[in-house]
């Protein structure tokens, strides 16, 4: 019976498509729901030059979609021409085609549209006397007729769908149809804050946007949260420029839903980038968590194709790895500001302004005695007498009781105003430091914040090939199996580069006589045990290249101070100067915070004072 099924016999003749049945076959391609109609037909506003475009949506657009905008407009005999297939006035030879620099270019939007629903497309071309009128149902077309448009072209689409009813059932819920016609709206205004955007359903306006330069686009349509804990990035290099804004770590998502990446004006979702993005997002983010950005990348028009996909979001690159690497670099370069994670911060703290009736917030630190600072809360520890020097010099390197260490409370009187992480009040469960700046109070978790300096100091001795060692009074002996046996004799100079003598001591023993001295404290056998798991994990010669930084953190994370440690005032104070110097700073090496803020008016309300 099988067999029978799929006999020469039993298959039809090879027949030409009806073209009715054709064009309903691309609409699938490009028209996969109303708003791959929508974003059809609002690049086609962006590349008619318009300043001015709106947005009437009935049912998700199931029902109605018209745009409207104040373009160049198209002239009568050319309206023809703008419902056909593959009729175009943006590309002309294969030539254009490889750098295109429009958003549509392919000349199937409209004719897509029209196989697949009722639609009307008016327009006024500038010096004519009055705009122009045709419309198609199911790919048969009127004839141009007279019609009243003061400007620019309006474009209605009926009916999406409805003689293909088969197709009509895969349509969701009018809401989840709005937000995706929503989110194709949002890309388009955010890659031209230029033009002025209105969007309205069933009749009520729900957004409304003035032209505006980058930052307040970006603002009006991320919101105030996302711009306030984000930094604007502006690099460029050759043919290339990248700009935009990229969130904080801290303010990550669980899903994707939240990054926009365009490429000359077009939204793209492209592996080459996302993985970029991705490696810059590594050191800072936290397992499964997502970065928030919009970004933008400009660059030669013959560099990129996008004659890929449909729908143009897929697009290659002639240097990809060029690409990959300035990518990489400007986002892990901007990722790298202290004064990120200080925004971010303040950001996921909430409003800080105070309700009506609260008192104002405190006076400034500069004006406080340093008794009046140091009081400590009730089940805060005592701070201890005696320095801690060795603990000191080793993450500083530096004696606490010289003239030159760090900033302690005595002389806050001296400063106008406190440093951003403020000045150390005490230690919480020997697990959090608590501090006071001009804002509020600061916990800061020791260990990790301890852990990211660590790290990222480690990366800058290992790049400039710096990383000293210090050799142990009494060498460390430990029981090792025979892999470990095995990587200590294959990657001696990998160990050595990365400050480590270890050698075999008997067939079944190691021993450690030298550390890289910003762990000379660590536990030396967890810490060997570890290093040599890694190197065996990566391979010799990813240790030191592809998977350095994986490495390079397991060791911060030995060396790092743990809980239950005592630090004296000057230690905290000084580890907190070191945050705000240090990059990447607002996380440890697994991507978690290393501080928060509260401010004095959000104690206030906490409180309820002034209620």
């Known amino acids: ?54 947005v009437q949506l009935f049912q998700g657009g199931t029902r109605l979609i018209r745009v409207a905008d104040n373009g160049i407009g198209i002239s009568r005999d050319d309206l023809p021409l703008a419902l056909a297939r593959h009729a175009t006035s943006k590309i002309n030879t294969l030539e254009d085609l490889q750098k295109v620099a429009s958003l549509g270019f392919r000349g199937e939007a409209l004719a897509s549209i029209a196989a697949v629903s009722r639609l009307m497309l008016a327009s006024r071309k500038a010096g004519e006397k009055h705009a122009w009128r045709m419309e198609a149902k199911g790919g048969h077309l009127s004839q141009p007729e007279p019609a009243a ?63 505006a330069d980058a930052r307040l686009r970006i603002t009006a349509i991320l919101g105030d949260e996302f711009s306030q804990a984000s930094v604007f990035v502006d690099e460029q290099a050759a043919d290339l420029r990248l700009w935009g804004a990229a969130a904080s770590p801290l303010y990550s998502r669980s899903s994707r839903d939240a990054q926009y990446f365009f490429v000359n004006g077009r939204f793209v979702r492209d592996k080459l980038i996302a993985h970029a993005l991705r490696e810059a997002y590594r050191d800072v983010l936290h397992l499964d968590r997502q970065p928030v950005f919009a970004l933008f990348l400009e660059m030669n028009a013959e560099g990129v194709d996008v004659n890929v996909h449909p729908t143009k979001t897929e697009v290659q690159f002639r240097d990809s790895r060029a690409l990959h690497q300035f990518i990489f670099h400007s986002i892990n370069k901007a990722l790298a500001s202290p004064q990120l994670a200080s925004a971010a ?78 000045f150390a009040l005490g230690q919480l469960l020997g697990i959090y430091i608590l501090s006071q700046n001009d804002r509020g109070l600061v916990i800061v978790d020791m260990h990790a914040a301890h852990e990211r300096i660590l790290y990222e100091k480690l990366k800058s001795a290992l790049d400039h090939h710096r990383l000293s060692t210090q050799p142990l009074l009494i060498p460390a002996t430990f029981q090792a199996d025979s892999l470990d046996i095995a990587t200590v004799e294959e990657n001696s100079a990998v160990l050595r580069e990365l400050g480590f003598e270890i050698s075999v001591f008997s067939p079944t023993m190691l021993v450690v006589r030298a550390t890289p001295i910003p762990l000379k404290d660590a536990d030396v056998v967890k810490l060997a045990h570890d290093v040599l798991r890694d190197i065996r994990e990566f391979g010799a010669s990813q240790a030191l290249t592809g998977r350095r930084n994986e490495l390079l953190s397991t060791m911060a994370c030995h060396g790092a101070a743990r809980a239950n440690r005592m630090l004296t005032v000057p230690e905290m104070n000084a580890l907190l100067r070191e945050m705000e110097t240090t990059e990447r700073s607002g996380q440890c090496n697994h991507g978690r915070p290393t501080w928060f803020e509260i401010s004095l008016a959000d104690l206030d309300r906490m409180f309820m004072r002034g209620r």
């Open 1 to 54: 019976m099988v067999a029978h099924l799929f006999s020469p016999s039993s298959m039809n003749a090879i027949k030409l498509l009806p073209d009715l049945l054709i064009s309903q076959i691309s609409a699938g391609e490009v028209i996969g729901r109303p708003a791959s109609a929508l974003k059809e037909m609002l690049e086609n506003s962006v590349d008619a030059k318009a300043t001015e475009i709106t």
């Open 149 to 211: 448009l003061v400007s620019g072209t309006s474009v209605e689409m009926h009916d999406l769908y409805f003689n293909t009813p088969a197709r009509r059932k895969f349509l969701k819920t009018e809401a989840t149809e709005f937000a995706h016609c929503e989110e194709a709206f949002k890309r388009i205004a955010l890659s031209r804050p230029d033009i002025g955007f209105t969007l309205q359903h069933n009749g009520a306006v729900r957004r409304h946007l003035r032209s």
């Open 345 to 422: 911060s303040m950001s996921t703290a909430g409003n800080t302004e105070s309700e009506p009736g609260t008192p104002k917030a405190a006076a400034p630190l500069s004006t406080y005695s340093r008794q009046s600072v140091m009081p400590l809360m009730p089940f805060a520890r005592p701070l201890g007498v005696a320095q801690s020097h060795a603990f000191y010099q080793t993450l500083f390197g530096n004696d606490p009781e010289s003239p030159d260490a760090s900033i302690v409370p005595a002389i806050i009187e001296e400063k106008q105003e406190a440093p951003p992480l403020g």
